[in-house]
């Protein structure tokens, strides 16, 4: 509710309130597509999720430069990985091993039903590089809290946010397309859309490429607010000398 209010500030109590129902409505989604991962297939994936700007994909294919996919936890970011490996490859997936080891064995075994291949966030730079070297694809979640230490500052829905630079570094080092993409759930048509966003061009600055990655997040969070991860301390890292905005 406090991520709430520091994002929209012009929403009343009740507004907020139905947008943190659906950010929870949103999570038994993911969980109820993640418990049928192992009845997933090619033939019956299109009733799950359908692609939306697969195009920008296949270009940065032909390219052969890699691509990053720069996405986050919003929708459903374990389904929109495991659909792209049933209908088009596998890809590589950069994660953090939960806290809890028997939880962390069965999500690790979900995740790669699809051929996907796992790189671990604490060594992920070389396994990272060797991928695009190879021109595969790589999706990273960039939305969540970085340490001041590993951390540039970017507005992020008008409130400075610590961000990673990292992704922005290794884009303009390989040459690799930056593509944002998100699985987000229409109603409409109660399946998702695997949607692909026209490719990033990254400057070689770390701080300015990061704020236009976090710009077009932002952007996609106020079409669908109910469909991100609000219960996450975004705003945790403070600039020095600035106090929480937790307390």
């Known amino acids: 509710m406090r991520n709430l209010e ?5 929403k009343s109590e009740a507004e907020r309130r139905a947008v943190a129902d659906q950010v929870f ?8 597509a993640f418990a049928r991962f192992p009845e997933m297939n090619h033939e019956n994936i299109s009733q799950w999720i359908r692609y939306e700007g697969l195009e920008h994909f296949l270009e940065a294919k032909q390219a052969g430069h890699g691509i990053l996919f720069a996405t986050a936890h919003m929708g459903n970011w374990e389904l929109s990985a495991m659909a792209h490996g049933l209908m088009r490859e596998p890809m590589n997936v950069v994660i953090r091993p939960l806290d809890n ?3 962390d064995k069965l999500v690790e075994a979900r995740r790669q039903l699809s051929g996907n291949r796992l790189i671990g966030k604490w060594d992920s730079a070389r396994a990272i590089l060797r991928a695009l070297q ?3 694809a790589v999706g990273i979640l960039i939305d969540q809290n970085t340490s001041l230490d590993e951390g540039v500052f970017v507005d992020f829905f008008g409130t400075a946010a610590c961000a990673n630079p990292g992704f922005a570094k290794i884009a303009h080092r390989t040459g690799a397309a930056v593509i ?6 229409l109603e409409d048509e109660q399946r998702y859309v695997l949607r692909f966003y026209p490719v990033v061009e990254m400057t070689g600055d770390p701080r300015h490429d990061t704020q236009k990655l976090h710009t077009i997040l932002e952007s ?13 301390r975004r705003w945790k890292t403070r600039p020095p000398g600035e106090k929480s905005i937790y307390n």
Do not use: K
Not at 25 to 32: F, P, Q
């Open 6 to 10: 520091l994002a929209y500030p012009e």
């Open 25 to 32: 409505e949103s999570i038994a989604r993911l969980l109820y």
């Open 101 to 103: 080891p028997s939880i």
């Open 134 to 136: 190879q021109n595969e």
């Open 180 to 185: 944002p993409g998100f699985a987000l759930w």
């Open 220 to 232: 996609v969070i106020r079409e669908y607010p109910g469909q991100w991860l609000w219960i996450h």
